[in-house]
């Protein structure tokens, strides 16, 4: 079965520290999402990965293909961090249709 | 650069109407998506089209859902006769490529009442 799971489900840190938000998936992909949602609001895709690193301002994504892992980190947090953080991947090997599968999302709250 | 337009962006229907939702593409993109998010629940995959074709529809509920995406005009998710469980945020994305780099739009939620 195709799943995503996301650890932790809730996360409360405070201004300034530095976060991880980890991601894990079943079988092979071919690609990785990382994706913001405020409360109330739309999607943003922060990155799409299919190896090795990304980094864009104060956040990074890596991704490890053999353990079939994914980690978002923020450094220097701020409260407008706070949002729901949510891995999507693409199963398979990119042949016919390419719907994303998603974990639950990660509740970021940072304090000030 | 408008990105993904949705309307409407909150939608009311009472048991038994039908639900039309909007979703224009980013300008370049041929491939369109259909997610819903029902409360307290994670995003789920609906259909998956291109010009003028269904490519993937197996996350669509069997009955009353439709999606079309026209050579002209935005790609419409249609809901007949909707009852309270369909009340929701339904969000669309598109991409330049199969595959490629997806982006959403803002999402309209449906509330049945």
């Known amino acids: 079965k195709n799943e995503v799971e996301q650890s932790p489900q809730n996360l409360t840190a405070q201004e300034g520290e530095f976060i991880t938000i980890n991601c894990s998936y079943s079988v092979g992909i071919s690609a990785l999402h990382w994706l913001q949602q405020h409360p109330g609001g739309g999607i943003v895709s922060l990155f799409m990965?299919?190896?090795g690193k990304k980094k864009h301002g104060r956040l990074i994504a890596t991704i490890n293909i053999q353990e079939k892992h994914s980690s978002l980190h923020i450094t220097a947090s701020h409260p407008r961090d706070s949002a729901v953080y949510i891995c999507?991947?693409?199963f398979g090997s990119g042949g016919g249709a390419d719907g994303l599968t998603f974990g639950k999302g990660t509740h970021l709250i940072i304090q000030p | 650069n408008a990105g993904v337009m949705q309307n409407p962006r909150h939608l009311v229907r009472r048991r038994g109407q039908e639900a039309r939702l909007r979703c224009s593409p980013m300008?370049?993109?041929?491939?369109v998506y259909w997610y819903r998010q029902l409360p307290e629940e994670g995003l789920k995959f609906m259909v998956y089209l291109q010009k003028e074709n269904i490519i993937d529809e197996s996350g669509m509920p069997k009955e009353r859902f439709s999606a079309e995406f026209p050579k002209e005009g935005p790609s419409i998710l249609r809901i007949q006769q909707v009852v309270r469980g369909d009340s929701a945020a339904y969000f669309c994305?598109?991409?330049?490529?199969?595959?490629?780099?997806?982006?959403f739009g803002s999402g309209t939620r449906l509330t049945v009442v």
């Open positions: 990965l299919s190896s």
């Open positions: 994305a598109s991409s330049p490529k199969q595959g490629g780099g997806y982006t």
């Open positions: 300008k370049g993109h041929s491939h």
């Open positions: 999507a991947v693409r």
